[in-house]
């Protein structure tokens, strides 16, 4: 046998070609044959004629006809592998060439020389524009990649355990999480909206926080009491500032309105009781919580977030969101926006804090908007809406979840933070 392309053989003994590929053989005459065998071996890129015809007819004397004819005939049964081209030289005689090009079917060749011989046959060039197509092609899976984009969106925040809030006469760290590298870091940005010189909360010993921004909005999410590990879930305070200019609150009024607020209505109640541990049920992590937005001179305005995770896997499951809009006079009809998904939970850290994110892909969105609208609610609106139209996936971030409670931070109204209570349900 003697190599033409790495999958392509000639069979002098059977005077045959032998494709290796697809596994046909093609019958040479012994001219056709001795002719290619010579145009193989030849040390000259060039075969003459004379030593053509002496190869293909040996002992016999023919007519260069006869030679013309062979070259027509192989040529006809070399056409199907058009990397092996036998060409005419003027007034000189006729060259075989082979192109590089011939590995493009090594893939398929079953003998394992060949193979090696494919791979080394592809000049440099090409593998390295092999490799080089190779990582793009990588690299834009990675970039297209849901873990990308978890990455992208973890890359965006910050964190620091030491920032010192004053509420209610108690002092205290909070974790501080802070988006896109925003300014204006000071605890007066938190502290500025609570009246000073306030007492209320020293009937604690002190309390657990965090507060977090994205330059233009200002969250706090406190838990009063010490355990550091575990919340009570008894008087949470969640305040997020949409307006730069001090609200003022006065916090022991602010206290017994917002705990006349939720007790006259609640639209994200749960009517069920918390899971006794029975297996076979479909069970439920409920997050629910009551946030505040003071604004100078303007009713006080609450959202009643509840959002559910139902897991039919370690680390995913269905998604479900519900979100309401109330003044302090009920001048606003309730505006109520409800989304449902399909999560992806990721656990990873923000600068050594752990932080659960979940990748939310929206299935279903409903804005129900309101009968009237006051001035306080405007924002809250326009921020529902503008989501309404535009969502396709949210990020939601966990940063603390005990047996009771949790600390999330959503997508809502820039990015709230809050301290949510916690019940496991079986439904």
Known sequence: MLKITP???????ANQLVDHVSGKKVSLTFSESAVLHRLLLSSNPVCSKEELLSAGWPDRVVAVTSLTQ???????????????????????????????????KMLAVNDAESMKAAIFDVSLLVKISGIVVLLILALSAWYCSDYHKIKQNLARWSADPQVELQIGGLRGNA????KDDAQHLHPFMWEKHLQPDNSFMTCHKGFNAFAATDGSNYSMAICPGTDDEQCSGNGLIN?????????NLDMPEFMELSSAMEQRIRYNRVMLPESTGAKGSLLEHNYQADVYFPVKDELLIRADINMSLI???EDSGEFHLSTCITDEDCLTTPIKYKVRGTFKQYSSSIDGLKADIFQVRVQQKDLIKPDKLNDSAVRFYRDLRKRDIKDREMYFIRVHQDHKTAVWVIPLFGQVT??????????
């Open 418 to 427: 809050a301290w949510y209570h916690y019940e496991r349900i079986d439904i």
């Open 311 to 313: 897991f039919d896997s």
């Open 7 to 13: 999958y392509l053989e000639l069979d002098t003994e």
């Open 239 to 247: 305040i997020t500032s949409v307006d730069s200019e001090p609200a």
């Open 70 to 104: 062979c070259i027509s005939t192989l040529r006809k049964k070399l056409d199907p592998y058009r990397e092996v081209q036998l060409k005419t030289v003027a007034r000189r005689g006729y060259q075989l060439h082979i192109s590089s090009q011939s590995h493009v």
């Open 175 to 178: 974790k501080l999480l802070v």
